[in-house]
């Protein structure tokens, strides 16, 4: 069956939700007021998207209390996240490790965890760098000893205001994941300066801890690369709502902005740069939707929907943020005007879950390039 690119009803009913809601409680201002705070986020926001619009349940079956949709319906959340730079740890949680616990088999530990951070009961994360890529070996810098665990992971994203941690740890026999809580004594949580202030990254040292072991050396490995993998195909939707955001205000601001009795839209040179951004983001928006629809369908083509996308829409909300800036001129440069959140978003992000060059990497042997001898 040919992809469908295109949002459905329902997606777009959920993409308006999440807007009014963002567009009401996420204004640039209140993001730069908890940046100046230097706080970890916004909670209420973040418990009024799992609770009252289920953003965090989205793709868990209807048995766990979720709402038994998919990876294109969390999308649409990211894409809106990302148009708002709203400072919430969605891909953390939502993502990352909640793909990592539904990759897991069904167990009494793992489908109550699942069920209090679908609830959005509990705040989840995946104990890995933000860095981390597909196509990498299985990280070990957390040891598992009888079900203790010991090690330390640095840039965890979101880790400061979890509740639980989803740990991988190499064991006596391979590869292994853990549930770990948060409030465990040994676990130490260090926040750590980010480039983008909107999403914290934190330093995680466990200590002789104890935690449940949710996947074995046979499945481990498997579960945590999907989920780095969903992970990154949820970013390129991000990447795009950036990328839209940086598009549209700079399209406002050079229609109210004159000089030398013209509006700024009307230059020539303008127009032509403005088109071409625009034409970036269609090409974005149409990869990571294709993504999205792979990863929802477990299409054999994902692998390779989520490398072109990733390394796509990282570049494009980049260039977008970056035009952002300078096309708004000195009030660009500013610290009360947006765009600086956005271009810190867009530069994180590009370095998140694998940069382009790391995906372009894993590509080339996907769809048989090879670097010249």
Known sequence: MSPNLLYSTEEQDLRASVRDLLTDRCPPERVLELCEEGGTGDPALWHTLATQLGATSLNVPDELGGQGASVREVAVVAEELGRFV?????????????SALLGCRAGEHRDAVLA??????????????????VGGSFPTAVRAREGRLSGSVRTVAEGAGA???????????????????ATESGVTVDAVTSFDITRPVSDVDLEDVAGVRIAGPDLAATVLEDAVRTGAGVLASEQVGVAEWCLD???????????????????????????????????ARAAARYAADQLATAGDDA?????????????????????????????????????????KR?????????????????LGPLVDLHPAP
């Open 163 to 181: 509740d639980c941690l989803i740990v991988p740890a190499g064991g006596a026999e391979g590869p292994e994941l853990y549930v770990v809580d």
């Open 249 to 283: 205000s700079t399209v406002e601001y050079l229609k109210q902005r004159y000089q030398f009795g013209r509006a700024l839209a009307s230059y020539q040179a303008l127009k032509h740069r403005l088109a071409d951004l625009w034409y970036e983001l269609v090409v």
């Open 303 to 343: 692998p390779v929907a989520v490398g072109v996308a990733q390394s796509l829409c990282a570049r494009v909300a980049r260039h977008a943020a970056e035009e952002c800036v300078q096309l708004h001129g000195g009030i660009g440069m500013t610290w009360e005007h947006p765009a600086h959140l956005y271009l």
């Open 86 to 98: 709203a400072p919430v740890p969605f891909l953390g949680s939502a993502v990352l490790a909640t």
């Open 116 to 133: 209090e951070v679908a609830a959005g009961n509990r705040t989840a994360t995946l104990v890995v760098p933000l860095s981390s890529c």
């Open 346 to 362: 867009a530069k994180a992000d590009e370095i998140a879950l694998g940069s382009p060059s790391a995906h372009h990497g894993v």
